[in-house]
């Protein structure tokens, strides 16, 4: 993919120097309750000891533990020369979306409200809890934000063995994919079937639709596009549908499970986004589920 010395977004967020430790889960004043029953005042001396020599020698934060509230350090984040230049990549990608978005919804008479994009490390906090870097990337809809941190595109090339620019551009471009889905409140609508069995049905279709948007967007993207680019966006797509992904953890196949769709699937429906380039024939709720 063409992308250097191109447009970057400035809807990103770097928060990688952000270290969001998890808290104590709310347990620390119940434990403190606990001891002082026990053991008096003397236990609960020990314990503010202990505390305090923890914060001293930078093992946790007290606080934290006692109320359960994550607690955030900010620390000089130095990245490597390649992991800057992914972040860079990131930024173009998203500013190609933003292009792309604003023109299809432009021609519709729509407003298209651009996304923003956290680039975090390791955890981040989210308006949808503790986001967590090996939950993958993911669109949070509660604040309008992509989250990514840049080790899954390792992860990516390596377990999934899917490596190459526009692979890692697909990944973005299908969490953006979400955020339309959002702002035409079709995940909501998804959102409220949650708990219900067929939920399961229709986290597929909204996944596949993902896809087909990420596809579209290639569509609109084509001028940029290498050979070989739209292959490698296929081979992410075909590696991290359910099926590959269940049978790489449990060495079997659970169809009931499924939450993505299969690789076939997945790959299918970006090839329908890349073929047409229109929302409008992305529609993965009116068929039958079996014709997916
Ligand atoms: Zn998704």
Known sequence: ?????????????????????????????????????????????????????????????????????????????????????????????????????????????????????????????????????????????????????????????????????FAQAYVIAHEVGHHIQNLLGISGEVAARRGQPDYNEWSVRLELQADFLAGAWAKHNSRYLDHGDIEEAMRAANAIGDDAIQQRSQGRVVPHAFTHGTSEQRMRWFSRGLESGRIEDGDTFSMAYDQL
């Open 1 to 165: 993919m063409k992308w250097k010395g191109r447009r970057q977004s400035t809807n990103v967020t770097d928060a990688r120097g952000r270290r969001v430790s998890a808290g104590g889960a709310g347990m620390g004043a119940a434990v403190l309750q606990l001891v002082a029953r026990q053991f008096g005042p003397k236990g609960i001396l020990v314990i503010v000891a202990v505390l305090a020599g923890m914060w001293f020698f930078g093992l946790g934060d007290p606080l934290s533990l006692i109320s359960g509230q994550p607690s955030v350090q900010q620390v000089d984040y130095q990245p490597t020369p390649q992991e800057q230049e992914l972040f860079q990549f990131v930024t173009v990608v998203l500013a190609d979306t933003e292009d792309v978005w604003n023109a299809e919804f432009g021609q519709r008479g729509a407003q298209y409200a651009e996304p923003n994009l956290e680039v975090f490390k390791d955890r981040t906090q989210t308006a949808c809890g503790m986001g967590d870097a090996r939950m993958g990337p993911f669109y949070c809809p509660a604040d309008r934000k992509v989250y990514i941190d840049l080790g899954f595109y390792d992860e990516l090339a390596r377990t999934f063995q899917a490596p190459g620019d």
